[in-house]
């Protein structure tokens, strides 16, 4: 009934197998990846013809992971899965971005991959797997798919590379000074056509060293796929790309003058006005049969980039006037807004992002249910990219898949810098609002948080920025590599390339490749120029910053205490009645974890003061020897049982109360009276010992007895 094949190896620590021809046999290519005990099912679909009128290509990824397949239940009230998780969101990226140019020029018909977790052994990370299931499906389909690629993940630990270092490994990095990167490739068998890192100031040589590194071990990776398609692939689908050479040389001959002229337009609104005039201008003279032509977006986007491209390459002059290395002019603004925690203004060129900083308490750290486990997150980034940033208008929703792409890149780059939680316990909230963009805007959001962070008084390690980075690569082999490209040289561009870092190194690396791939010497010197252009940008950021910031008025004071574990419970009470009481009539937000770190919150000095001693009053010891104040809670015939200490009583005995002799303890006390007391010690069953009569109960100083000499001197 069932025609398997099934291909396996070793791959660094675990056992990579391979297997299609069991599972979703309707779909065009089926493979199960597993590694260790994760199993990924990536299934391809693809349409045979292309939709009328269709001028892109419509490829669309989804990764899902399915709770079941780490024994949890979703949570929440549906108790199933439903929107796509940040982690899922991100995966399906990483998948789209080194298949999606490979696959063969002219291609538009219609392309599914859907990636499914279906086990997960909660050490080797899904996401890696998935990306090798849809790379085989593919080759595998019959799609016309120039593939296979593998992917690999890369640790940096000690001065060495480590291939896919588990899930534990890559938990909460900046809290493991020993592990140093996070970094994904993805290549073919003969070039790297994607990068995405978190990395912790590596330098241009470590970062790579570690592509390199992640190149060389996906080898294996990718004979295991063409292994596996010689035995089970599909026949290739029938697919030429389509002859456009006379609609082409139709529309150079009508309008490459006039675009050859919007182009040289140095502003952004101007030249996007003059090119929309230049392609009606081509359009009015085109035949009809022309105009009705599918590749007619193809003919013209090869008239904009053969413009765009022939300049920079043979003149190194851009569009906007700049050369190759030049970097667009920046202004860095702090402290726009009063009431906001830190802000922040960066404009670089016609990119500009403003940056608020909001520092809250434990209470509001994000509580992430991934399938892996569950944690808190104290550091968020939101990025945001309104209609309105373009001159466009547009409907305005939820974050999309570009929205949250751009945020957690910006996360990653500013990750590395952020104090400890010990040291600084706040929960940290950037939201980047970009106000305009022309190219990068990720990379105007890490300025704009770094600056908006310190501006909000987060002691940063040091200032983070990015650059962003384009390639043009000519048949012929020649190349530019552009410094901050505008978004026309990204969109005809070969390469996005961002490198966001500190002064002493690189601290996120993400790369997408729209060609066949590029070569270790391109790389290399993308890597040395764009290290030339952040230490810029840094210099122009460090003006905004010339004082230190002052901490906000308006953000909440935190202190930190740390108590016994033993004492927890008595801090909490039963059922959270004494940390109740605390945080009502302290007025103060107290959080306390199983490691007995609490921290209490105000933005109250006074309240956090209050707090403080209430707390204290539970779990420290009293001292021998002190004096206290205290309240009489019990009047019994040989003393008064006084409470002096938080919930602490003691026994002050009727000898102990006057220097006179008492018949009975209420002819000097009643219960609720406030008396002085001084901690004599303790007796042998551990029963305090108190005395009223050697403390001043007006001033409440210490009484010192007279020494015998003296009274004996006064008596002659």
Known sequence: MFDVTKK??????????????????????SVIATLGETSVMANVTFAREQKPGQDFFPLTVHYQEKYYAAGKVPGGFFKREARPTEKETLTARLIDRPIRPLF???????????CTVLSHDLVNDPDIVAMIAASAALTISGAPFRGPIAGARVGFVDGEYVLNPTVDDMQDLRLNPEQRLDLVVAGTKDAVMMVESEAYELTEAEMLGAV????????????????????????????????????????????EEQMRAAFAITDKQERTAAVAAAREAIKAALTEEQLEDSNLGSAMKKLEAGILRGDVVKGGKRIDGRSTTDVRPIVAETGL??????????TRGETQALAVTTLGTGDDEQFIDALHGNF??????????????????????????????????????????????????????????????????????????SLSMMDAGVPLKAPVAGVAMGLILEDDGDYA?????????????????????????????????KVAGITPEIMEKALAQAKDGRLHILNEMSKALSETAEFSVHAPRIETMQIPTDKIREVIGSGGKVIREIVETSGAKVDINDDGIIKIASPDGESIKKAYEMIHSIVAEPEEGQVYTGKVVKIVDFGAFVNFFGKRDGLVHVSQIENRRLNHPSDVLKEGQEVKVKLLGFDDRGKVRLSMKCVDQETGEEIVPEKKEKKEEGAE
């Open 104 to 114: 063969v020029d002219g291609f538009k018909n219609e392309v599914l991959v859907m």
């Open 212 to 255: 390199t590194f992640a190149h060389e071990q996906i080898q294996p990776v990718i004979d295991l796929i063409i292994s596996l398609a010689e035995d089970a692939a599909k026949e290739p689908f029938a697919f030429e790309a389509p002859n456009y050479s006379e609609l082409y040389a139709a529309v150079k001959a009508a309008g």
């Open 481 to 513: 590599v552009l410094t901050d490209i505008l978004g026309d040289e990204d969109h005809l561009g070969d390469m996005d390339f961002k490198v966001a870092g500190t002064e002493n190194g690189i601290t996120s690396l993400q790369m997408d490749i």
């Open 8 to 29: 396996s190896i070793q791959w660094g620590e675990e056992t990579l197998t391979l297997e299609t021809g069991k599972v979703a046999r309707q779909a065009d290519g």
């Open 337 to 346: 807004l009063p009431r906001t925690h830190g802000s922040a203004l960066f």
């Open 376 to 449: 808190k997150s104290n550091f968020l980034l939101h990025y945001n990219f309104p209609p309105y940033s373009v001159g466009e208008v547009g409907r305005v929703g939820s974050p999309g898949r570009r929205e949250i792409g751009h945020g957690k890149l910006a996360w990653r780059a500013l990750q590395a810098v952020l104090p400890a939680p010990t040291d600084f316990p706040y929960t940290i909230r950037v939201v980047s609002e970009i106000t305009e963009s022309n190219g990068s805007s990720s990379m105007a959001s890490v300025c704009g948080g």
